[in-house]
């Protein structure tokens, strides 16, 4: 897709100058035909074939992560070009279009930055400081440098960043702040909204050959540490739908405000000591059990603390949950012939497609929470098709003693959070089309 039509679609039909309206982010499948990274060439095994790839490229990432004091437990685990879903927004004046991946593992936000001292092909316009009346520096001795990366100083004292992940890929700029703008209600723009962010002028990535494609993007971390674009926008609440498979033109919303739309029963948002290593600063919930349809596969046992993560792909269960899940799968499969992708992809394949699935009445897994927040993770999400009547489970087991809710499994849910009382709620099955 040409910069011109991504540029035309930030353009809103009107503008609003307020800190403290709702507003949303367009939320975009990386292969849409609306998304930058969008591949009109790849089919849709590819596409599926290309999430496995994503998933095993992030366990290999973790098999063998140096152990470093700078590498945080979850945030380095993303690898930049790996996010199913980005966001789209402006920022500067004038405002340059950007896309970045949305990402409620991680808590900083970073995109390419003028000048480029080595930086990976985009299709947007790179973002000048220069040109941006309202953007400013940052001091090494501001208090919101320590909040950054692997902090340092630059030239003339300024903040540097540097963000590193366990592929060895990694990126370092300034911190800079500039106004964003973003969607508001009826279609109108949210704008002048100050936020802090990495401006990176220099990106290095663990594979060379990787730089041709230009499937690279900055991340929006949405988590619950200082510099996230939740902790900085101070909204009490945000709640996304995360379409399934890509459909033409199709966009679903991230809202933010005081009234997001969010429904269904609620859980704990985890946070403080409880969490042992994950702090605070993830979201993170008490799992109590795993259904197969009316079929209880698995009753958690007390205290299984869970990570939503929409910047992970797959879902990662620990074994003792993994194991059951799989063998139940097993047993509600047995008039589907067992298959082996040959690419060693999936531990569980078969000679089906996800439609044959749906009409032998394979039933939803849900995945249920202490309080009564349902995630129901539908056929289409837990078996993906890589090839013509082959489809493999997308549930994943963690080698890492960690279990993640990654973004497939979420999808077509409506999942959102209450910041101020600390609650992560869940609608169950929903049409991501109409959020």
């Not at 609306?34 to 999430?51: D, G, I, W």
């Not at 290095?204 to 949405?222: H, L």
């Not at 009316?294 to 993994?322: I, K, N």
Request: charge should be negative.
């Amino acid at each position: 897709m040409i910069g011109g039509v991504l540029i035309c679609l930030i353009i809103f039909t009107s503008t609003t100058n307020a800190a403290n309206s709702d507003f949303s982010l367009t939320l975009i499948h990386r292969d849409s035909p609306l998304s930058p990274f969008h591949n009109p060439n790849l089919t849709r095994y590819e596409l599926n074939q290309a999430k496995f790839d994503r998933a095993i490229a992030y366990e290999l990432a973790l098999s063998v992560a140096p152990s470093s004091p700078k590498l945080d437990p979850i945030t380095p685990q993303l690898i930049p070009q790996k996010g199913e879903y980005l966001v789209r927004f402006a920022v500067g004046d004038p405002p340059v279009p950007v896309h970045a991946i949305f990402d409620t593992g991680s808590s900083f936000i970073w995109f390419q930055c003028q000048p480029c001292q080595k930086c990976f092909p985009q299709k947007d316009p790179i973002y000048d400081p220069v040109r941006s009346e309202p953007a400013m520096s940052f001091q090494c001795t501001d208090a919101l440098c320590n909040s950054t990366p692997s902090p340092s100083c630059g030239p003339d004292q300024k903040c540097t960043f540097l963000q590193e992940y366990l592929d060895g890929t990694f990126t370092e700029g300034e911190l800079k702040r500039d106004t964003f703008a973003f969607e508001g209600p009826n279609g109108a723009t949210v704008s002048g909204l100050p936020l802090v962010f990495g401006c990176s002028h220099n990106s290095i990535i663990s594979n060379p050959d990787d730089w041709a494609d230009g499937d690279r993007a900055g991340i929006v971390g949405m988590g619950r540490d200082t510099l996230s674009m939740a902790t900085q926008l101070g909204q009490p609440a945000f709640a996304y739908c995360l379409l399934g498979e890509p459909q033409q033109s199709m966009t679903s919303r991230v809202q933010i405000g005081a009234s997001p739309r969010m429904w269904g029963n609620s859980t704990a948002m985890l946070g403080g000591n409880s969490t042992e290593m994950l702090g605070a600063v993830y979201y993170v919930a008490m799992l109590e059990s795993i259904s197969l349809g009316a079929q209880r596969v698995v009753d958690v046992p007390s205290g299984h603390q869970v990570t939503l993560d929409s910047g992970t792909t797959m879902t990662y269960l620990e074994p003792e949950l993994f194991d059951p899940v799989l063998d139940t799968v097993k047993g509600l499969m047995k008039g589907f012939e067992v298959k082996s992708d040959p690419e060693g992809r999936s531990e569980l394949c078969y000679g089906a497609t996800t439609k044959g699935l749906i009409e032998a009445g394979l039933p939803v897994i849900e995945l249920g929470f202490v309080g009564g927040a349902k995630l129901e993770v539908n056929v289409e999400s837990l078996f993906l098709e890589v090839a013509e009547r082959l489809v493999c489970i997308s549930f994943r087991r963690s080698t890492v003693r960690m279990t993640i809710i990654g973004n497939i499994a979420q999808q077509n849910n409506v999942v959102g959070y209450d910041l101020v009382n600390e609650r992560i709620y869940m609608s169950g099955a929903f049409d991501c089309r109409m959020y």
